[in-house]
């Protein structure tokens, strides 16, 4: 079984202190990884954790099925929306 892998890239941006727009975030079981050199913003672990239990509730997951879809952070004083990268053949399974 292949560990869970997404990538993220990030396709809007207003006023978050962190991110930028174009810049990727790589979520798997055990991982959030941030963009080179950027703290690791509290908030977006919590929404990358519900997402990666949104995930994991269907097995095999089929991460195909997310690809496109937006996802936003809940935000701070600023707000992010992100969308699934297509995933590479064989990480898209838990």
Request: charged share 25%; aromatic share 8%; with cysteine.
């Amino acid at each position: 079984m292949n560990e869970l892998k997404a990538v993220f890239i990030i396709k809007a941006e207003k006023n978050c202190p962190l991110y930028k727009e174009g810049e990727r975030l790589q979520l798997s079981e055990k991982t959030l990884a941030c963009p080179q050199g950027k703290e690791v913003c509290l908030i977006l672990v919590r929404d990358m954790t519900e997402l990666l239990f949104m995930f994991l509730q269907k097995q095999p997951v089929h991460l195909e099925e997310y690809v496109g879809q937006i996802f936003n952070c809940s935000g701070c004083k600023g707000l992010i929306k992100f969308s699934l990268v297509q995933p590479e053949r064989g990480q898209d399974k838990a």
